[in-house]
């Protein structure tokens, strides 16, 4: 499982897409040990740039991504993650997607409605 | 189009997904100035971290990412660009999609077939 981490400093981005509907539900990183975790437990655990730690998504909320599939690229520096994303959204903002803004214009714009209340959640 | 690039020093994931097909084909990475092209010219524009400089992807191969939608996530720090792929595929070794490795068991297995020669092209 050779990853290439060192390119950007020890993590790589993890690409996770809805195995079933292939919507790409969000982006994280890895450092080597989340990979690790994430191959042992079946589950996807990214490193948090921002609480500089491991972080298994669902911890709090529940909404745990469920691993079908793990994909990488030519250069070894990425991961793709195919999953069943348990829940009603992947977004802390009460989103499907992390992605739920579209270029407009110059401007982004909100593509799609709330699929939960994050408040009554996190 | 206020996205965040100072997160991950400058430089911001662009995740490649075929609108058609929904398939993820690659990952790279923009700094402001490639992501301004990508829109004004509706081709997609990386930042090349190996050569330091902008890179519309296809340049040299023809092999041109038609860009049909963007969208940003919810931190604004990633970018999801659906595009219209031109040519037999995405990577430079000769794939459809760069992710052309599985993880099978504890390596990486190629699990799919070349769509063209990169000899002939690059």
Chains 1, 2 share one sequence.
Not at 21 to 45: D, H, I, K, P
Not at 94 to 118: H, I, M, N, Q
């Amino acid at each position: 499982m050779d990853l290439d981490f060192d390119k950007t400093g020890g993590l790589i981005p993890a690409v996770i897409q809805d195995s079933q509907s292939q919507r790409v539900l969000m982006v994280g990183f890895m450092n080597e040990e989340a990979f690790r975790a994430t191959v042992a437990s079946g589950r996807v655990t990214f490193f948090s740039r921002s609480r500089n730690k491991l972080w298994t998504k669902g911890e709090s909320s529940g909404h745990t991504l469920v691993v079908k599939r793990i994909q990488t690229d030519c250069d070894k520096d990425c991961v793709l993650v195919q999953v069943e994303a348990l829940g009603p959204g992947v977004c802390h903002e009460g989103y499907e997607s992390c992605f739920f803004r579209s270029l407009d214009g110059a401007s982004w714009k909100v593509s799609e409605e709330k699929t939960y209340d994050p408040a009554k959640v996190y």
